[in-house]
T-cell receptor
């Protein structure tokens, strides 16, 4: 079974530039999560999708962050414009459904904003 | 108060010894508790889950839960160099996982 796929693995951009991350969850997993992980910290939830619906986006900074999961499968997270403080690892995870306890994480995208 | 707290600094243990990690949480209604292992530069990987008070053993790992004290712990017996990683405690509530900042474990051969 293929795991959660994310791309790119690394991204370096200058501040004020836009950036997008892509995630393809495990086949059959209805729930998709985007997390942000700063160095020395645990992952923090940005948004949770149930199929194509964003059911928990209270932690997403909506002034510059947006996300979509149009067909309820893969998802894109965008930052526009990026700020220095956005440098972090962006993790995507999926689970069969929200009430299913195990979440499987992708390898993450390490973003560096210069 | 943070939802999930892991306050210990890096833990160095000799190979073969027991590593003990602790975690406290603030939401009394939390029902599901997890330990994730994260190697440097890698993503978190679930190693233990526990839902009821008491101990749960899986190989060299034992998770302990005390809901009255809002406390979860992880014991790693017979520690191996391959156990060197950061261990994240996570607590589930409202279909959301809250993570602690993690504890780094270094197993010294």
């Amino acid at each position: 079974e293929a795991g959660v796929v994310q791309s790119p693995r690394y991204k370096i951009i200058e501040k004020k530039q836009p950036v997008a991350f892509w995630c393809n969850p495990i086949s059959g997993h209805n729930t998709l999560y985007w997390y942000l992980q700063n160095l020395g910290q645990g992952p923090e939830l940005l948004i949770r999708y149930e199929n194509e619906e964003a059911v928990d986006d209270s932690q997403l900074p909506k002034d510059r962050f947006s996300a979509e999961r149009l067909k309820g499968v893969d998802s894109t997270l965008k930052i526009q414009p990026a700020e220095l403080g956005d440098s972090a690892v962006y993790l995507c995870a999926s689970s069969y459904r929200a009430s299913y306890n195990e979440q499987f994480f992708g390898p993450g995208t390490r973003l560096t904003v210069l | 108060q943070k939802e999930v707290e892991q306050n210990s600094g890096p833990l160095s243990v000799p190979e073969g010894a027991i590593a003990s990690l602790n975690c406290t949480y603030s939401d009394r209604v939390s029902q599901s508790f997890f330990w994730y292992r994260q190697y440097s530069g890698k993503s978190p990987e679930l190693i233990m889950s526990i839902y009821s008070n008491g101990d749960k053993e899986d190989g060299r790992f034992t998770a302990q839960l005390n809901k009255a004290s809002q406390y979860v712990s992880l014991l790693i017996r017979d520690s191996q160099p391959s156990d060197s990683a950061t261990y994240l405690c996570a607590v589930r509530g409202n279909n959301r996982l809250a993570f602690g900042k993690g504890n780094q474990v270094v197993v010294i051969p």
